[in-house]
């Protein structure tokens, strides 16, 4: 059941790459000025043009997305408006390019003859919503998992190792198309209406419970290795409970690496979302999402290219600017590699 | 560097999917032959079932004739056929006690298959019917195909292991729809049912408590091939099963591939409608509609003699139709599948609000929605123009893109809130949206309820079923209105689930007209099931009728002789043969 | 090294437990009637109750699930309906497939190994290929551009990516049938022409991340001391970073390779529906839609059992290739 590739491969670049960050300290700046880690990072983030330029995309992705309201008054159409007029007899755009004109930015829908612009400002909306409320959660979950299985050890460790094996054996996308339609029939009464709201909380929920244990292994890695040195041995020498040794040693020490696999899971759950509506899973038709959209617009390829573009080209500037981002990210953060 | 690459990156799946984007689209259409009428009729003569089929212009023999379609066909046991797929390939190596004379154009005539004639009406009460079996007739080992067989395979039918086919034979037979529980197969192998006889080796007699005057369409579907009871495999004959028809299946490999060749038993002299042209044909499973029809068009290598069974999809049509080089690669014909919205007349008691939603619906934006003229036709009677006896009528003419102003009339002010259960499926998600468009429009609250795809249908077959309206389709198995208004709306049969009477309609003087034109002879019944589909529609108006499916198939430069059946809506395969 | 096996395996088998069971509750708790898909016009209630209690789905769940189990290990009688007896290992019957749910997994099973081996293998080939070459050409045009690649990669989506070959290759240049399987036993050459795209798809998007991974590893191997003794040593480049450091840093490429081809061969559900194969992913998938339980139990399980696999597999050749690691 394999759905996105990137899972084990980031995790494991991460590892290598993060461990060594939070190692290293201050070791290459010429100039001794007493600077922090972060700021060190900060300052070499600053410093890279593709980090620079993959970010303003990044905020003006969540501009838009944030002003979709906006957006749509300027705009004057709204995402559910339909257009049928301009459609020909076998519902197909009239027009160049899939109906492109000074109404419609980004032409329309084939069929119900929807604005493509409009639906892709709120797709946006819903697709990053998903995307960072599902990696906000997997990252609390496997942070607190794994720095309590790193820090504890034993069985508690044994226990969470074998959830974390469970939940890989589990097929993610066979219980995604299952739970779905069970969740909301145990939620809602046949015949209520069933707020959009809820298809995405499902969306966020079925992620975050199969996408934690990568968080969580790397982070156990890392309290493994911090858990041996001095520093954490002297705090625990010295009486410091249990919330002190994660909350003040250990955690300020690993936010790097966590930093980078949030910084990679975001764009992994925004095709995540694509792929589930590729196989029938996700929202409805009545919210703008990028995954229905992409999906439906696939069998057009040869009829209405146009219609394929602009979701298409969308979706992989957006997950091309988080991959750079996040790439960018890890170099700051890793003090050995000297771009 | 890095964002270069990514301009790079997009530019080139800029410039592939924009290769084709660059024409401008003026928006001009084909058009299907909607208003034909359906012929029917049963043969009188008895030539009419004799073979050999009239030989199809320009038909050779020999070659491989290779048919594509997404999911397998279940089974191939002929008694537990029902897919629209089965149906159509079952005539290939199966024969039944009648079968339709059918030209893909409207002219349709049901003629002896292994009878000498459509069936005789003995005491012309519907009750007692007699087939004579043809002279020559033969199984693919060379035994002669007698009464016994048909018989047997009639009988092998009530065993509840062997369920999924049609049960209008078995419940008229036993006089209950507990079939199973009246006769035991599988203690009686060697009698058989109730009412079902052979009194010699030449005649099968069926004797029925109540008129059963639409016998002789009852037995055209395949339930009624033969089968010798040494061959009776039990659930595995639809992997094997043993042929009657001019072609017999030799390879079986259930998801993938199912191969038939030549029956050399098969004499042309005794069918009026089959012939023996390809080789072989193969019917290959897996590739999506989309991929399917692809291939056809791409027409490489052995896809030339190929057919794509879906329809072409509602993605390509707009390329299909707009390629002049591909018009004598497809054909395009209405079929009898109609399509409703259904309301729920247990909730929705309210005439005027199902008058209201008539008015409301536009059709013509429906039928963009799915795709076009190609994919859909808009219809306003109950039974699909292929029905015989069909009339046209519009009981709530609201033009072709609807009359939300007249509805709001007959709503009077009020909003009815209506819950309308959708499946989750891609296009019903967008039909159900494009409707819940137009009915706010004339004044409804409209909530979409979403249900499972493959639940969708037995949802809404309970009774107690919660929604207000949903859509609903059927396709009759055979044109006539007897299986389509009793079927569909008889509140007498109403029960707790499996429910064809979707929109849970009963009114008594509705049911007794259907006991009244069922005793007619079913010449007799064509205009009278027409009449009384208008009078529904205008008194009671119990579903919206949409749009009929049209079927636009798409097949390789070599494959010829397909045509769309008239009485299915999907490709037949009697008179196909290969080009040269 | 014997505990390590005996401790790893229990571990396994309690998860492949706790997979079967989680499946079966989830599946009784849907709102899908396996029965009522059986008669798809004139159904009545009365019979389908009879059906239903023929088939035991009016049993205990408890006992249900014992029945299934005891199926796999002992074999079982279904009864006339679904094909008689079943033997071990019985993974019951398939009313949707009309056949007993192991000749199912015969048949697809062989689909999506034939997938995911020649794409795992081509994935592997070029990823390290094109790390290694951006690792020791670090700041040259040809790792800019295997970065620009990976990166691409990694953003593009099967789906997409296959539409536009689909487009390409088999509608419009027809330099290629449309992808199908054929036995790879039956004829060779139509088997890998029938699957090149899926092979090509997925090695393009698998390859970008494994390039990433390996470039990262490679660039760490390299600045580690051993390499630099190996150098000073005089041993001269080609040997240094085509034995030392390569070996070190294949390891975590390894590991990750595992797990992806085990979860891979559970099913590559996109692949499969793109290219309209029929493999162990799509079935799954059109199991859960028809509520069809055995075949989504079987599909669900054997998915697992690959992921356990390999899972224990990648632990043993961590072992092996990297002599530092020792297994207790």
Redesign the interface.
């Known amino acids: 059941m394999s759905l996105s590739p990137v899972d084990g491969a980031a995790l494991a670049e991460i590892e290598s790459g993060g461990a060594a960050g939070a190692e290293a300290g201050v070791s290459r700046e010429r100039r001794i000025v007493g600077r922090s880690p972060g700021q060190l990072a900060w300052l070499r983030l600053r410093r890279d043009?593709?980090a620079l330029?993959?970010g303003a995309m990044l905020v003006l992705f969540v501009l838009v997305a944030l002003a979709a309201p906006l957006i749509e008054l300027a705009y004057g159409i709204g995402p559910?408006d339909?257009f049928?007029s301009k459609?020909?007899?076998?519902?197909?755009?009239?027009?160049?390019?899939?109906?492109v004109s000074g109404d419609h930015f980004f032409g329309l829908e084939?069929?119900?003859?929807r604005d493509i612009f409009i639906r892709l400002v709120h797709g946006l909306r819903t697709s990053l919503f998903i995307a960072f409320a599902a990696a906000v959660l997997t990252a609390v979950i496997g942070v607190v998992l794994g720095t309590l299985a790193g820090y504890l050890g034993g069985w508690l460790d044994a226990v969470v190792n074998w959830i974390t094996d469970l939940t890989l054996a589990l097929p993610f996308l066979v219980i995604a198309l299952a739970l779905t339609?069970t969740l909301?029939l145990r939620f809602y009464?046949?015949?209520?209406?069933?707020p959009p709201a809820f298809g995405i909380g499902v969306l966020i929920a079925i992620f975050a419970v199969f996408g934690w244990t990568s968080t969580a292994r790397l982070v156990r890695g890392q309290v493994i290795a911090l858990r041996e040195r001095e520093f954490v041995e002297a705090a625990r020498a010295s009486g410091a409970g249990l919330g002190h040794m994660l909350f003040r040693q250990l955690l300020p020490n690993t936010w790097a690496p966590i930093l980078v696999s949030f910084s990679l899971a975001v764009p992994q759950f925004i095709t995540s979302e694509a792929a589930l509506s590729f196989i029938?899973v996700g929202l409805?038709?009545?919210t703008p999402s990028f995954g229905r959209m992409i999906?439906?617009s696939l069998?057009?390829?040869?009829?209405?290219?146009?219609f394929?573009?602009f979701p298409?080209?969308t979706i992989?500037?957006l997950v091309?600017a988080f991959n750079?981002f996040g790439d960018a990210l890890r170099d700051a953060l890793d003090p050995k590699s000297s771009r | 560097?890095?964002?270069r690459?990514?301009a790079?990156?997009?530019g080139a799946?800029?410039l592939?999917?924009?290769?084709?984007?660059?024409?401008?689209?003026?928006?001009?259409?084909a058009s299907v032959d909607t208003e034909r009428q359906q012929t029917g009729v049963i043969a009188t003569d008895p030539k009419d079932s004799m073979g050999p089929a009239p030989a199809v212009d320009g038909a050779q023999a020999g070659g491989t004739f290779t048919v594509i379609r997404?999911t397998?066909i279940?089974?191939l046991d002929p008694q537990r056929t029902?897919?629209f797929a089965g149906l159509m390939a079952a005539p290939l190596f199966a024969r039944f006690l009648t079968t339709w004379k059918d030209d893909g154009k409207g002219n349709l005539v049901l003629v002896g298959d292994l009878a000498e004639t459509p069936g005789s009406n003995v005491n012309d009460d519907c009750k007692v019917w007699e087939f004579k079996i043809k002279d020559g007739v033969k199984f693919e080992d060379g035994r002669p195909v007698t009464a016994k067989e048909i018989a047997y395979g009639i009988a092998r039918s009530f065993d509840?292991?062997l369920?999924?086919g049609?049960?209008y034979l078995q419940?008229w037979l036993a006089d209950t729809?507990?079939y199973?529980t009246r006769w035991d197969f599988?203690a009686n192998r060697s009698a058989l049912p109730p009412g079902l006889t052979t009194p010699d080796d030449r005649t099968l007699r069926f004797e029925f408590a109540k008129p059963r005057c639409d016998l002789p369409f009852a037995v055209s579907l395949p339930a009624t091939a033969p089968l010798p009871p040494d061959k009776d495999t039990?659930?595995?004959l639809?992997?094997a099963p043993f042929s009657s028809g001019p072609y017999k299946v030799t390879r079986y490999?259930?998801?993938?591939e199912i191969v038939m060749e030549r029956n050399e038993h098969w004499d042309p002299d005794t069918d009026p409608v089959r012939h023996q042209y390809p080789d072989r044909f193969v019917w290959s499973?897996?590739?999506?509609p989309?991929?399917a029809a692809?291939?056809v068009?791409?027409d490489?290598?052995a896809?030339q003699s190929a057919l794509s069974w879906n329809y072409v999809?509602?993605?390509?049509?707009?390329?299909v139709?707009g390629d002049a080089a591909l018009r004598p690669r497809t054909v395009l014909s209405p079929t009898p599948s109609a399509n409703q919205l259904v309301i729920n007349n247990q909730r929705v008691t309210d005439l005027k609000v199902r008058q209201a939603l008539n008015y409301a619906v536009d059709r013509e934006?429906l039928?963009?929605?799915?795709?076009?003229?190609?994919i859909a036709a808009p219809m306003t009677t109950l039974m699909p123009s292929a029905t015989i006896g069909y009339q046209a009528y519009d009981a709530y003419p609201a033009g072709p893109n609807g009359d939300p102003e007249k509805a709001r009339e007959l709503l009077g002010g009020q909003t009815p809130e209506l819950?309308l259960?959708a499946a989750?499926?891609?296009v019903e998600?967008?039909v159900?949206?494009?409707l819940k468009?137009n009915l706010e429009r004339a004044g409804f609250k409209i909530?979409?309820?979403?249900?499972?795809?493959?639940?969708k249908l037995?949802e809404i077959?309970k009774k107690d079923?919660?929604?207000d309206l949903y859509l609903g389709s059927w396709a009759a198995?055979w044109p006539s209105g007897a299986s389509i208004l009793p079927?569909l709306y008889d509140g007498r049969s109403i029960?707790?689930?499996?429910n064809?009477n979707q929109a849970y309609f009963n009114d008594p003087a509705i049911n007794a007209e259907f006991d009244r034109i069922l005793t007619l002879s079913p010449a007799e019944q064509g205009p009278e099931w027409a009449k009384l589909d208008e009078r529904i529609m205008k008194e009671h108006a119990p579903v919206v009728p949409l749009y009929v499916d049209v079927a636009y198939l798409v097949h390789g430069s070599k494959a010829g002789g397909v045509f769309v059946s008239s009485v299915f809506g999907y490709p037949s395969f009697v008179n196909a043969h290969l080009k040269p | 090294m014997a505990r390590f096996l005996v401790k790893r395996t229990l571990s396994a088998v309690l998860t492949l437990f706790a997979v079967s069971m989680l499946t079966f509750l989830m599946f009784f708790a849907l709102?899908?009637?396996p029965v009522?898909?059986?008669?798809?016009?004139?159904?009545?209630?009365?019979?389908?109750e009879?059906?239903r209690q023929?088939l035991g789905l009016r049993d205990p769940l408890v006992s249900q699930y014992a029945g299934y189990m005891k199926g796999i290990v002992t074999g079982r009688d279904l009864g006339?309906?679904?094909?008689g007896r079943c033997d071990a290992p019985c993974l019951g019957w398939s009313y949707?497939?009309?056949?007993a749910v192991t000749?199912?997994l015969a048949?697809v099973l062989p689909v999506t190994a034939s997938i995911v081996i020649p794409a795992a293998i081509l994935w592997l080939l070029l990823g390290v290929g094109l790390g290694m070459v951006s690792a020791l050409r670090r700041g040259t045009w040809l790792d800019?551009?295997a970065?620009?690649?990976s990166?691409?990669g990694a953003s593009l989506q099967l789906y997409f990516v296959g539409a536009?070959l689909?487009l390409?290759f088999?509608?419009t240049l027809?330099w290629l049938?449309?992808?199908?399987?054929t036995s790879l036993f039956e004829d060779p050459v139509r088997w890998a022409s029938g699957l090149v795209l899926a092979w090509v798809s997925l090695a393009f998007l698998f390859s970008a991340i494994y390039a990433r991974l390996f470039r990262a590893q490679m660039l760490e191997t390299l600045s580690e001391d051993f390499v630099r003794t190996a150098r000073a040593k005089g041993l001269s480049r080609t040997r240094v970073y085509g034995r030392h450091a390569l070996r070190a840093a294949i390891t975590p490429v390894v590991t990750v390779a595992g797990l992806d081809v085990g979860a891979a061969l559970g099913g590559t559900v996109i692949t499969e529906?793109t290219?309209?194969?029929?493999g162990l992913g799509r079935t799954a998938v059109e199991a859960v839609?028809?509520?069809d339980l055995p075949t989504i139990m079987a599909t669900v399980l054997v998915a697992a059992v690959f992921v356990v696999l390999a899972n224990v597999l990648v632990d043993l050749l961590y072992a092996a290739i990297d002599p530092r690691v020792r297994l207790g």
């Open positions: 043009r593709t330029v993959s559910r339909q049928q459609l020909d007899g076998f519902g197909m755009p009239l027009g160049y390019a899939g109906g084939p069929g119900l003859g339609p909301t009464g046949q015949r209520d209406a069933v029938g409805t038709e009545e999906y439906q069998d057009y390829l040869q009829t209405d290219p146009a394929v573009f298409g080209v992989f500037a091309f750079l | 560097m890095r964002p690459v990514a790079a990156a997009g799946i800029a592939l999917v924009a290769l084709g984007a660059c024409t401008k689209n003026t928006g001009e259409g997404e397998p279940s089974h029902y897919s509840p292991d369920s999924g049609p049960t419940e729809p507990q199973d599988k039990g659930v595995n639809g992997n490999q259930a998801g993938v499973f897996g590739p999506t989309d991929a692809n291939r068009i791409a490489n290598g896809d999809p509602a993605s390509l049509v707009a390329r139709a934006g039928v963009k929605v799915l795709g076009g003229q190609n819950v259960g989750d499926s891609s998600q967008q159900a949206t494009q468009g909530t979409i309820r979403n249900i499972p795809d493959d639940a037995e077959k079923n919660p929604w198995d079927v029960k707790a689930e499996g064809s | 709102p899908r009637d009522s898909g059986m008669c798809p016009k004139n159904c009545n209630p009365e019979r389908l009879r059906v023929e006339s309906a679904q094909g949707v497939n009309n056949e000749d199912t048949r800019r551009a970065i620009g690649f990166l691409t536009v689909l390409v088999v509608y027809r049938p449309v992808p199908g399987y529906t290219f309209g194969i029929q839609r028809a509520g």
